[in-house]
C-alpha cells in the first residue's frame, strides 16, 4: 500500500503509473474523493465523542437532570450512525487504497512483456540439446504419471540422481548465500490472509490468482517464501543500526499457475509444487536500490559458477507486480528451445511490503518511518534443474555434474 499523502501529492502521476502497470481501474480520484469524505466524517464522529465526554464530565457526582439524559441518548444514536457511516466509507477507502500498485521507477521500461529490456549478457548461445523432460524419464529420475496419480496433473516425484543433484544445487547455493551473511531460515508453509495481501498476494477468492487456500481456515499455502520472510517483522520498529537484515528462507511453493496458457510449461518447467531458496532484505530507504543490485551480483555469483549461460533482463513496467517498483529477470539459454527461459528474478518493493504490514525503522534522532524490503530468488530448484540437464548432457548419454556441485554430490563427476 501506498501512503496516502504521497497520493494527495501526487494524484496524477499515481494514476498514469498505476496504467502504466495495466492497473486501468485505479480511479485515484475517486479514492481522493473517499479520502476527503473519511477524514470529513473522522473529524465530526471525533467531535460528537468529545461532546459526550464533556457531558459524561459535567453529570459525575450528581444526578442527571432530563434535559442531560436526553441529550446524552441523542448523542450516542447520532454517533452511532456516523460510526456506521464511517465504517462504510473507510472500507471503500480501505479498497480503492489496496487496488493502487506500487509506482515503477523512472528507469523500468514502459509496455508489456516484450518491452523488457536486456541489460547484459552472459554465456554463449549454443543448440542441439535434448528436450529435459525425456532425458529424466528415459533413466528413471522423474515420474510425472505417479504424481498425478497421487496429487493431478503438473505433480511428480523426482528419484535417484536428480533428487540429489536438487539437494546438490541447494546446499551450493546455500554456502554461497551464507557467505553473504544472509541468515538461513526455514519458514511457515501456511500463512493468514494479511500476512498473504501485505506481502502482495491474492486476495482469497480472487481467481485469477495463483494461491492455494485452506477450506474454513484463514490460511494460504504459500508460493514463495517470500510471503511468511514478509510477514517475520510485520508490526515491528527496528533500530536504524540493525539494518540492512538479510534472511535466506528456504520451502517448498505451491502455485495454481491459473492464467499460463500458452506459456512454456513442459516438464519441470511450470508446476504446481517445487522447492525454492529465497534471499530477503529489509533495509532504510536510502539503501534499496543499492541493495537491489546487491542481490542481483549474487544471484549472477551463483550462474555464473554453475556454467549455466544467461542474460539479465529490466521487467517491463506493464509486466511488473502490484508491489515491486523495479524487477530484474535472470533467464538461462536454453539450447533445446533457442531462447531465453526465465530462471530467477529480483525485486525492490520500496515501502509497499511494509507499510501494509506496519515494519518500520526507528532513525538514530528517534524519528520512525516505514523501511523498505526487498527479495530475489536464489534458486528455483525445479527450473535450475531444467538448465542443468539441457546444458550439461554428454554424447556418451550420460549428465556431467557441474564442477561447482561435484563436493555436494560425494565426489560424482558424472550421474
Not at 534472511?247 to 518447467?269: D, I, M, N, Q, W
Amino acid at each position: 500500500m501506498l501512503d496516502i499523502q504521497f497520493i494527495r501529492e501526487n494524484a496524477e502521476l499515481v494514476q498514469r503509473k498505476s496504467e502504466d502497470k495495466g492497473y486501468r481501474e485505479v480511479a485515484v480520484a475517486e479514492l481522493l474523493r473517499l479520502d476527503e469524505q473519511r477524514r470529513a466524517q473522522l473529524t465530526a464522529v471525533e467531535e460528537l465523542r468529545a461532546q459526550r465526554n464533556t457531558l459524561t464530565e459535567s453529570m459525575k457526582g450528581q444526578k442527571p437532570a432530563p434535559d442531560q439524559i436526553a441529550e446524552g441518548k441523542k448523542l450516542k444514536e447520532t454517533i452511532a450512525q456516523k460510526e456506521a457511516e464511517l465504517k462504510v466509507t473507510e472500507e471503500e477507502w480501505q479498497t480503492h487504497m489496496q487496488a493502487v500498485p506500487n509506482p515503477a521507477f523512472d528507469d523500468v521500461p514502459l509496455g508489456g512483456e516484450e518491452d523488457s529490456a536486456e541489460i547484459k549478457k552472459n554465456g554463449a548461445q549454443e543448440t542441439g540439446a535434448k528436450d529435459h523432460l525425456d532425458f529424466a524419464v528415459e533413466r528413471g529420475w522423474v515420474d510425472f504419471e505417479r504424481g498425478a496419480k497421487v496429487a493431478g496433473t503438473k505433480f511428480y516425484y523426482l528419484k535417484g540422481d536428480l533428487a540429489l543433484l536438487e539437494n546438490a544445487i541447494t546446499q551450493f547455493a546455500l554456502d554461497v548465500v551464507l557467505k553473504q551473511d544472509f541468515q538461513y531460515m526455514t519458514v511457515p508453509h501456511l500463512v493468514n490472509s494479511r500476512t498473504a495481501m501485505g506481502a502482495g498476494f491474492s486476495p482469497r477468492g480472487d481467481e485469477s490468482g495463483n494461491e492455494y487456500y485452506v477450506e474454513g481456515e484463514d490460511l494460504t499455502l504459500i508460493g514463495t517464501a517470500e510471503a511468511p520472510l514478509t510477514g517475520y517483522h510485520a508490526d515491528e520498529i527496528i533500530d536504524e543500526d540493525k539494518l540492512p537484515l538479510k534472511y535466506v528462507g528456504y520451502s517448498p511453493c505451491y502455485r495454481r499457475e491459473a492464467g499460463t496458457y500458452g506459456k512454456h510449461t513442459r516438464g519441470l518447467f511450470r508446476v504446481h509444487q517445487f522447492n525454492k531458496l529465497e534471499m530477503y532484505i529489509f533495509c532504510a530507504p536510502e539503501q534499496s536500490r543499492d541493495m537491489h543490485e546487491y542481490i542481483l551480483r549474487v544471484e549472477e555469483e551463483l550462474w555464473q559458477a554453475l556454467g549455466i549461460p544467461y542474460h539479465v533482463v529490466n521487467i517491463a513496467a506493464g509486466d511488473l507486480g502490484a508491489p515491486a517498483a523495479k524487477k530484474y529477470d535472470i533467464e538461462y539459454w536454453s539450447p533445446v528451445d533457442a531462447a531465453y527461459r526465465e530462471l530467477t528474478s529480483c525485486s525492490n518493493c520500496t515501502d509497499f511490503q511494509a507499510r501494509n504490514l506496519n515494519i518500520r525503522v526507528r532513525r538514530k534522532n528517534g524519528s520512525v518511518e516505514v523501511l523498505h524490503t526487498l527479495n530475489g530468488t536464489a534458486v528455483s530448484l525445479a527450473r535450475s534443474l531444467v538448465a542443468v540437464i539441457e546444458h550439461y548432457q554428454t554424447e556418451h548419454g550420460t549428465l556431467k555434474v557441474p564442477d561447482a556441485l561435484v563436493p555436494y554430490m560425494g565426489g560424482k563427476t558424472e550421474l
